[in-house]
Structure formats: C-alpha cells, structure tokens
C-alpha cells in the first residue's frame, strides 16, 4: 500500500507497537522490580495476613507473564477481580481496582481525564495563538524595534517557570483587580461559559510559557522561508508582502508548529500535576500524586498508561497532520 493510507497504516501499526511496548516497561518497573510489592502496597504497619490478602488481591503469586497477559487481557475484554466479599467484574477498557477505596481504576481515571483535558486543551489552542501570531510579527518586522521587543518578552518567557507566572497572575488579576475568579472546575455540560471563565487564568499561565517556543520557532522557520528562491521570485513580480507571509512563509512553518504542538500536548496530561496542584484542579496530576503518596500501584500503572496512550496519540496525529501540510513526508 503506497500513498498516504500506506503512511497513514504504517503510522498506525507504529503506535500500537510503541503503546505495547510502553505497557511491558511500566508494568516491569511496578511490578516485576525488586522488592515485596504486597508489603509496599500494604504499608509498613501491615500484619502478615493483611499482606498475604494484598498479595492475593494483585495476584502476585501467579508468574510474570500470567499477570501481565491478565493485565492486557483487562485491557482488552476485561476481568474479574475478587474483592474479599465477592466478585467483581471490571469491564475493558479495565486497568485494575484501586487497592485504597476498590474503585475502578479507568472510573476513577474518567471522573480526572475531562479536567486535565479541559486544561490542556484550552492552554494548547492560546499557547498556538499567541506564540504563532506573535513569531509571523516578529519575522515580519525583522530587524525593527517591535521584533526586539518580542524577542525579549519570549525570552523572558522561555526562562520563567509556570508557577511563578501563575502566582503572580492570581495575586493580580484575581487577588486585586478581581477580573478574574479564582480557578475552579465547573464541567462543560454543565456552564459553558463559567467553564472557559474558570479555566481562563490557567489556560493563559501556561499559555505564556509554550507560546515563547512556539514564537521563537515560527520566527525561525518563516525567516528560513522568506529567503527561498521563490519567495524572491513572488516578490520580484509584485506580489504584496502580507500576501507572501500569509500564504507561502506561514505554510512552511506550520509543519514544525504540529510536531512540537503535539509533544508539548501529550507532555501536558504528564506534567499536569504542578499546574493542578497550583490552581486546585481536581486532575488526573493531582490523583497520581495521591496515588504515589498511598502507594495505590494498580491507579498509579493505570495513571502513567494512559498519560503515556495521550503522548503517542497525539504524536501519530501530528504525525498525520504533518503529512497533509507537507505531502513529502508521504513519499519519505
């Protein structure tokens, strides 16, 4: 198969062997590592037959590759798990029962994921505005005072952690002007508009942060763009400048605007916990910390799967959007 659904197969077979392989290593490094992992996930207060019962409950007596071919399986059709009393049956996609409150561990990772996707998603659709717009202004203006003065205020923003931005813009925006209230999660089906209004300030703390990169690189790339043959060519035929910019050097930089845009998301869903813990989101980040905390593995295994599912995602679709911006990557 040739073209772009051969680019499209071969793109698609390549996630699922990298999501196969992610699931192996973590699953190796929380389970099958040295130590008593019944004892740690016990505690160290824990009687021996309390341990024997943890033991039994993750199934730590069985070899290696049973538990994780029960593990895949979960996944997959799903599993029955023994709950002390009974028997319950976790339906796939099934990433096991928390060991701490018997919850599901994918019920317990939905109730999470539309909080961090509301946060990521809204911060990556402001971080794309503000750093593409930003990076055509300052390539558009080269050499003027207003390029060096966005050359500094994404310099000043590459070097400032988001914690420090995010304090400084709930102290005034929210704490002194009152423009803004104080982040809280309102779900989308429930208020529309109190959603984005709340989300508002995280979204542009972290905004201001991406979008530095996102200038920096759309300066570069148009810049590298603007001195091709046949931009020269466009110009010496009249063709206006804004015309140029919005038409020819804008495409050429969209191509690597997608690929970073696409780690920068899928990073997003692992790195939510500073910015959750920050502005008191109820996220995926801020669960996986508690889950650490308690040792809950099967909710941490759960957690750090599906943060790593998100990250190749988002990179095979930009794997895809790459191909369509730029149809040489089909033939490469």
């Known amino acids: 198969m040739t073209g772009f659904p051969g680019f499209f197969l071969r793109r698609s077979v390549g996630a699922l062997v990298t999501l196969l392989a992610i699931s192996v290593i973590i699953y190796a490094v929380f389970y099958v590592a040295p130590g008593d992992v019944a004892q ?28 994780y071919w029960n593990f895949l399986q979960g996944i997959f059709v799903g599993q029955d798990y023994s709950t002390g009393t009974g028997v319950e049956h976790c339906d796939a996609p099934c990433l096991g029962l928390s060991y701490q ?20 998603l809204g911060a990556m659709v402001m971080w794309l505005i503000l750093g593409v717009g930003t990076g055509v202004l300052s390539a558009w203006r080269r050499g003027r005072v207003t390029e060096r003065v966005l050359t500094a205020v994404t310099l000043a923003g590459t070097a400032t952690p988001v914690f420090v931005i995010g304090l400084l813009l709930m102290i005034v925006v929210c704490g002194q002007l009152n423009w803004l209230p104080f982040p809280q999660y309102v779900p989308f089906t429930d208020d529309p508009q109190q959603w984005a209004w709340n989300l508002l300030l995280p979204w542009l703390s972290l905004a201001l ?18 001195a091709d043959d046949h ?16 038409k020819h050097a804008l495409r050429g930089a969209v191509a690597p605007v997608i690929a970073l845009s696409a780690n920068d998301f899928g990073s997003m869903f692992g790195g939510a916990v500073l910015s959750e813990t920050l502005f008191g989101l109820p996220g995926m ?11 809950d593995l099967p909710v941490v295994v759960g957690m750090v799967l599906v943060t790593g599912f998100f990250v190749v995602l988002a990179n095979a679709v930009a794997d895809v959007l790459y191909a369509v911006a730029d149809r040489r990557v089909v033939l490469s």
């Open 40 to 67: 740690i996930t016990c505690g160290p207060r824990c009687s021996p037959a309390q341990v024997a019962q943890v033991s039994e409950h993750l199934r730590l007596d069985d070899p290696v590759y049973v538990r």
């Open 101 to 120: 409150s018997d919850q599901q561990v994918t019920q317990l990772i939905l109730a999470k994921l539309p909080v961090t996707g509301s946060l990521a």
């Open 209 to 226: 942060i991406e979008a530095a990169k996102y200038a920096r690189l759309t300066r570069s790339s148009m810049l590298e763009t603007l």
């Open 231 to 246: 931009v020269r060519t466009f110009r010496a035929y009249g063709v206006g400048e804004r015309s140029i910019i919005g």
């Open 285 to 295: 980040g801020r669960e996986l910390v508690h889950a650490v905390k308690v040792v």
